[in-house]
């Protein structure tokens, strides 16, 4: 059965680094998202992208975070200066139908930033 | 904006026993997806709900969409230790992007 993968399941860094978290969606999807949750929070969106572009984003996706599908298989969500709130667990999904179905996520990413 | 709530926060029931978790929105719900959380895991699709009145099941799993849609149920009949987690439902917001609930946190034991 088909599934998103992410890379790094755990990611450490200091305060102040760039870090760049990898998803890749499934492989006919076209709608791509990032979300995170802060531990014991809900999960937040970040961003969706499509058509090599960004479709919507959140108040949490400020100038900090990008996201790129540099290739035809990867998605990533680049940090370039982490704060400690920062810290969290991000998830990546696709869709194939954008607003009208099932958005499958991957197992997430856990940033820890010291 | 859209706001889910969910209830109960928290549940711990014996193995056996039936469930019930709660979701209600702030606004009618134009598609509502209940997914399953292990703690510190990824979000594993469960069920989506369109229409008003629509009931959908899975195994042991049943979600309802209540006619006004503005709530939703999940039930579980027999719980099972395999059944514990975090049940989060999500809506389609006005555009692609999923709104959360606050999550409840399920307890099953022996």
């Known amino acids: 059965e088909p599934e998103v993968t992410q890379t790094p399941s755990h990611q450490v860094t200091q305060m102040g680094q760039e870090v760049i978290l990898r998803c890749v969606p499934i492989?006919?999807?076209?709608?791509f998202y990032w979300y995170r949750q802060i531990l014991g929070q809900k999960v937040e969106f970040l961003v969706s992208?499509?058509?090599?572009?960004?479709?919507?984003k959140s108040e949490i996706f400020d100038d900090q975070f990008s996201v790129e599908r540099p290739d035809g298989s990867n998605f990533t969500l680049k940090i370039r200066s982490t704060k400690l709130e920062d810290s969290a667990m991000y998830f990546c999904a696709s869709s194939s139908d954008g607003g009208l179905g099932e958005q499958f996520f991957g197992p997430g990413t856990r940033l820890t930033v010291l | 904006s859209q706001e889910l709530e969910q209830s109960p926060q928290s549940l711990i029931v014996q193995e056996g026993k039936n469930l019930t978790i709660n979701c209600t929105s702030s606004?009618?719900?134009?598609?509502l997806y209940w997914y399953k959380q292990k703690y510190g895991e990824g979000l594993i699709f469960l069920m989506m709900l369109q229409k008003g009145g629509e009931e959908k099941s899975h195994e042991k799993i049943t979600a309802k969409l209540d006619e006004k849609k503005q709530q939703s149920s999940l039930h579980i009949t027999a719980s099972q230790p395999s059944h514990a987690g975090i049940y989060l439902c999500?809506?389609?917001?006005?555009?692609?992007?999923?709104?959360f609930g606050t999550g409840t946190r399920l307890q099953v034991f022996p």
């Open positions: 999500g809506a389609d917001s006005d555009t692609d992007k999923l709104i």
């Open positions: 606004k009618t719900l134009y598609g």
């Open positions: 992208f499509y058509n090599n572009e960004i479709s919507e």
């Open positions: 492989s006919n999807h076209l709608y």
